[in-house]
């Protein structure tokens, strides 16, 4: 069993950067492909990114190509999405979730999920 607890969310202007971080419990972190998923009020929970259990393989939802990178260290168990030029529509709460499978767009296929982060952007 995995557990995850992201951090870094917050209040940012819009133009402005973050880097979310998802902590993973456990040794087996390096066997999971990852993914971060986002929902904002009212919307359905969608695709963010996703990363393949070595750090080779990226997907990225076309809203948030060019802006955002998804990138994994194994040796601190921790998956990261760093966000450049945030804008308005990217508020949400972000939540990571780990596969054994693939590194999937579909978040049905993960099998654990972190509690979320608030990223709020103002315009």
């Known amino acids: 069993q995995v557990q995850l607890v992201e951090s870094g969310g917050g209040l940012v202007q819009a133009g402005g950067s973050l880097r979310l971080s998802c902590t993973a419990s456990?040794?087996?972190?390096?066997?999971?492909?990852m993914g971060w998923f986002r929902q904002a009020p009212g919307k359905e929970r969608e695709f963010v990114a996703a990363?393949?259990?070595?750090?080779?393989?990226?997907y990225y939802a076309d809203t948030v190509k060019g802006r955002f990178t998804i990138s994994r260290d194994n040796a601190k168990n921790t998956v990261y999405l760093h966000m450049n030029g945030l804008k308005p529509e990217d508020t949400a709460v972000y939540c990571c979730?780990?596969?054994?499978?693939?590194?999937?767009?579909?978040?049905?296929?993960?099998?654990?999920w972190g509690q979320g982060t608030q990223v709020t952007v103002s315009s």
């Open positions: 990363i393949g259990w070595s750090g080779l393989l990226t």
């Open positions: 979730a780990a596969d054994l499978a693939r590194p999937s767009t579909v978040s049905s296929e993960y099998d654990y």
């Open positions: 456990g040794r087996t972190f390096r066997s999971y492909h």
